[in-house]
Every structure is written in structure tokens, then in C-alpha cells.
């Protein structure tokens, strides 16, 4: 372990090697189990505690537990450039519990002891696991540097609603350990080759509001685009997801790092992906866009009784988003924001929906395009897809079958070397 390129790495049968932060919060004591745990798994663990930790659980027990000397300081085992060596090595860091302290300093990059430096020695994933009371927790400073951690990358689990360290009980309890574990063996599994990237996806259908009341939609419920969005954020990269029209169940088992913006309409839509289109690497267009819109919405319900026998409703075009977006970045192709559409057909044969991804792709001049067949019984609102990717020109990057999760982890991995280049020539 340890010889994975820079910024992914993976899980072999000898185990990963864990650093794992221990801060001073009371919680360290739970902290020891989650050590057994990885010990148990197979995983070479080093326990780097700052001094406060040791305050609540002494040197003897983290050694013990980890089979690991365990130091605090860069000034120990200088001939191994222990502060540096660490963190290079490691394939995974968990700081569990982390306190408001420890988050300020990693926001800022402090790195006055053996866990600062092992932290930005490294770039391996990092899984934090806060603890602290419920005040500390909502200070904006608090939010602020977990805000930062996050746009960088770093993975939170946690905190919890429960019962604090003193009579008090609220937001800010560290999660237990069998769960800390959980997430850390998933994130040690995956690839993490969207560090330091900013994804912003729309998922879901748009209604154009008619009266008050109703509105013209469509069947998508934005499963495909949620997918997205949660294996990009799985990979490190900071993600916005703009929902359109989503059920909340839905949206409920998402990673808490992943920023949801509701919106309704065409309109807000468009609005909401102007807002973070500059400071996006990739767009993800999975939504399903209406085309047209009602010209003049009815301030008050229509009544069938004003309209007689038939209703004529006068639509008008829609802005094309995607499209906008193409010309937006101008003649270069290879400028930032990398731009996904998606292509929904209803069509009779696999070659029609290529002939048709191929044409749309032409169309709107994006740099990848996910097509789907769509119909009464598949697509929309279905757990399994079958997503058919097409590059800029034409060609197929490759095809996906099965539940939304793996065809949305065909397209990120896609995405992911297109995202290299525009970051590359950035440079
Ligand atoms: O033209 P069509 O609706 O088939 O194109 C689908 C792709 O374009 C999707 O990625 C969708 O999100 C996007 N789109 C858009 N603006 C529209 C219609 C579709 O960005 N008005």
C-alpha cells in the first residue's frame, strides 16, 4: 500500500495503512474501539494524538491497541522524517474525535505538531468525525472551517444529536465508532480522483406553472442525477446539487458535504446554475428540462367554466441551458466548466438512440453526453438504467447497465480525465 498515484488509492488484501488523529475531546476514550476495529480488519494503524488527547487517553493504551509507537511530536525520530514519512505513506487519515480547535487548525494548515504535519504531508483521503458541544458546533467560525474542509475535499462523519459530556444534550456528539469504521473502509475503497474539484449537478424534472395550482412536469425523479452526484462526492470533489422538483425521500440518504438547492421552475433553474457555474470544474445537466413554458401564467386558478369546451395553453420556448453554458465558455473546448448533457429518447432500436445522442451532441457542442431510451416502462423513475456515453465528436466512451449507482459511476469516471485536462491546462 502506499504506491497508489497521487490523489486515489485503493484497498489490497494486506490492508491499508491508517493514521488516525486523536484530538482532545472526551470522546477519545471511544476512539480505542474504533483502533480495535481497524486492527481487526487487517489495517496497519498509527496513532498520532496531539498532547490534549493524551489528557483523556494515555500513550500505553493507543500502543497497545495499534501494535504502533505512538508520539505526539516532530521533534521524536527525526532520522525517519517521521513528520513528513507519515502522511505520505498513509492510504487513509481519520481524525476521530476532531474539536472545534483541531478543525480551526486544519482549515488554516497549522501544522505546529505530529498530526498537523502528517495532514498536509499527505494526500490521502481524510475522514473527520467532529465532537464538541452544540454551541462550538454552530459558531460560525466552527461552520466556516468545516465549510473550507469540505471544498477541499475533506470527508465528514458526524456529528450527532445525542447526549454530551456534560448534563447537556444536543448536536455534537462523535458518532460511534462502528459507524466512524464503516465510512472509512467505504472511502479507502474508492478512488479519490476528484479532490480539490467542484461538481455541481441538476437532477430531477422542472414544472412550468400554468395557475397556482398546476403545472406542466415530466416523469423523471431525478435518481440518475442524485447518483451523480453522490459518486462525485464520494470521489473527493466538493458538490452542489440543484434538485428540481425531487421527493425528499430521495434526497434523504445523501452525504451531508453534498449542498442541495431546491428549485421549481426553467427559470430558477437556470438561475441557480448561473450562480455556480464559474466556480465549477464539471456540470452534470442530468435534469429533465422542460422545453417550453406557459407565456402567461394565470394569477388565479383557471375555471373550467371561463374556458368552454376546450383549453388552449400558448407556450413559448425555454432557454437551452446546456447550450447557453457551451457558448457561455466560448470557441475553446477546453475550458473550464467541463459540460455533461443528458439525452432521454424514446426510440425503437440502440442504433436510433446513438444516431439521435450523436445528433443532440452536435447540437449542443457539450463534452460528454449520457444518453438514455426512455418510454412507459424504462428510464424515468426506474432504480436500473442502461446510459450510453458520448464524447465530443461523436464516439462512444463506453456503456453502463444496471442500478442508476453503477451507470452514474461509468459516467464519473468519464468525466474524471476530461476534468484533468482543463485543470492541467489551467496550470
Ligand atoms: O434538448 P433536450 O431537452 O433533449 O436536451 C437535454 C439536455 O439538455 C439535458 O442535459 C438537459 O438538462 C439540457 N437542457 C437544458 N435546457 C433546456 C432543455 C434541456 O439545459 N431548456
Known amino acids: 500500500m502506499g504506491e497508489h498515484p497521487p490523489g486515489s488509492f485503493g484497498c489490497d488484501d494486506e490492508g491499508m495503512k491508517i493514521v488516525v488523529g486523536v484530538t482532545g475531546g472526551i470522546a477519545a476514550y471511544k476512539t480505542v474501539h474504533l483502533v480495535r476495529l481497524m486492527v481487526k480488519a487487517g489495517h496497519t494503524v498509527t496513532v498520532v494524538p496531539t498532547e490534549n488527547a493524551l489528557e483523556f487517553v494515555g500513550k500505553p493504551t493507543w500502543e497497545a491497541l495499534s501494535r504502533n509507537p505512538v508520539t505526539t511530536s516532530v521533534h521524536e525520530d527525526v532520522p525517519e522524517v517521521r513528520h513528513v514519512r507519515l502522511g505520505q505513506e498513509a492510504d487513509l487519515i481519520v481524525v476521530a474525535p476532531a474539536t472545534a480547535n483541531t478543525l480551526a487548525k486544519m482549515a488554516a494548515g497549522i501544522a505546529d505538531d505530529l498530526l498537523g504535519t502528517t495532514l498536509i504531508a499527505s494526500k490521502a483521503p481524510v475522514l473527520v468525525a467532529p465532537a464538541m458541544h452544540t454551541e462550538m458546533w454552530q459558531h460560525a467560525s466552527t461552520q466556516a472551517n468545516v465549510h473550507t474542509l469540505r471544498e477541499r475535499g475533506v470527508h465528514f462523519v458526524g456529528p450527532e444529536a445525542g447526549e454530551l459530556t ?3 444534550s444536543g448536536l455534537g456528539r462523535m458518532t460511534e465508532p462502528e459507524q466512524i469504521f464503516e465510512r472509512a473502509m467505504a472511502l479507502g475503497s474508492v478512488a479519490q480522483d476528484l479532490t480539490g474539484c467542484r461538481v455541481l449537478v441538476t437532477a430531477g424534472g422542472t414544472r412550468e406553472p400554468i395557475d397556482p395550482v398546476r403545472y406542466i412536469g415530466n416523469r423523471s425523479s431525478g435518481r440518475q442525477g442524485i447518483e451523480v452526484a453522490a459518486e462525485a462526492a464520494r470521489r473527493g470533489a466538493a458538490v452542489t446539487l440543484i434538485a428540481a422538483n ?6 434523504e440518504g445523501l452525504a451531508s458535504s ?15 446554475v448561473h450562480l455556480l457555474a464559474a466556480s465549477a470544474d464539471a456540470i452534470v445537466m442530468a435534469a429533465a428540462v422542460s422545453d417550453y413554458r406557459v407565456a402567461e401564467v394565470a394569477d388565479g386558478k383557471l375555471r373550467k367554466a371561463d374556458q368552454g ?12 441551458i446546456l447550450r447557453g453554458l457551451v457558448d457561455a465558455r466560448g470557441s475553446s473546448n477546453l475550458a473550464k466548466p467541463v459540460l455533461v448533457g443528458f439525452a432521454a429518447e424514446t426510440v425503437a432500436s440502440d442504433e436510433e438512440l446513438l444516431e439521435r445522442g450523436r445528433a443532440k451532441l452536435a447540437r449542443k457542442g457539450c463534452d460528454l453526453l449520457a444518453v438514455n431510451a426512455v418510454g412507459w416502462s424504462q428510464g424515468f423513475e426506474k432504480e436500473h438504467n442502461h446510459l450510453w456515453l458520448l464524447e465530443a465528436g461523436g464516439s462512444l466512451m463506453g456503456q453502463a447497465e444496471g442500478p442508476k449507482g453503477e451507470t452514474a459511476r461509468a459516467l464519473v469516471d468519464a468525466l474524471v480525465p476530461l476534468i484533468g485536462e482543463i485543470k492541467g491546462l489551467a496550470l
Open 166 to 168: 456534560g448534563a447537556d
Open 246 to 251: 425531487i421527493e425528499q425521500r430521495l434526497l
Open 258 to 272: 453534498i449542498e442541495v438547492s431546491r428549485v421549481g421552475s426553467t427559470a430558477e433553474l437556470e438561475a441557480a
Open 309 to 320: 369546451e376546450s383549453l388552449h395553453l400558448n407556450l413559448v420556448e425555454n432557454p437551452d
